[in-house]
């Protein structure tokens, strides 16, 4: 699926056996249900422009759906990679815990293969999200079905400065809030002390490590009260848990 580059990348693409689809003006989440309408494959990986696949990574994830029939998806080890492939960190994968979501986003959107079926089953990913399409799609899935993990390195994800989910992170936090608040009616202490150290200082928190922790922890109190209204004592005995582990 091409947006409508101004680089290489169709003469690229026509040099190889892909089938390429040119759409200038789709967000990115409509670009993917496109380009699943229009593959015939029965096995979905998503991989942006900017992301690297390592190799066997996807032998990987198919054998791991062979071996699991009834999974509805598998998804491996990714890494954070630097504009020349360096690696960064390594992305905070864990094992498939469909109730864990709600804190984090643990699988990589390019370490991830999911069946046909289930895709589409699950609707796609929803085309009104900006950035947390991939992270809505996980919640929505995986409340269909189990997924199965493995420990191969599957990707890299790219990350520099200007990338959309460092420099609009503010928007990021907002709907992160939105969808959490629409699938558990609920904003754990982990999201909300995320947009509290942004809020006061404004970083990428990624390249630029947030400098008020203490700050957040205590806005985060206040924060979290504010987005969860009718859960005020989870909360805060969420906020209070965190709080002391912080302090041993």
Known sequence: MDGGSRD???????????????????????????????????????????????????????????????????????????????????????????????????????????RRSAFDAAGGMDARLDFAMDYDFWIRLARRGDFVKIDKLVAGSRMHRDNKTLARRGEVHREIVRLLRKHYGYVPYAWAYAYASWLLDKKDQFFEAPRFKRAAVFLSLGLGLALNLRRPLRYFGDWYAHRAIGRR
């Open 8 to 114: 290489g990348t169709a003469a690229i693409v026509r040099q190889s056996r892909a089938r390429l689809v040119v759409a200038p003006g789709l967000r990115q989440a409509a670009a993917v249900n496109r380009g699943v309408s229009e593959a015939r494959g029965e096995v979905v990986l998503v991989l942006n422009a900017d992301d690297v696949l390592y190799p066997d990574g996807v032998a990987a994830l198919v054998a791991a759906l062979e071996r699991a029939p009834a999974a509805l998806a598998a998804y491996g080890e990714a890494v954070h990679i630097t504009d020349d492939d360096a690696v960064i960190e390594r992305y905070p994968t864990r094992p498939f815990d469909a109730g864990a979501l709600r804190e984090g986003c643990y699988i990589c959107q390019p370490a991830a293969a999911v």
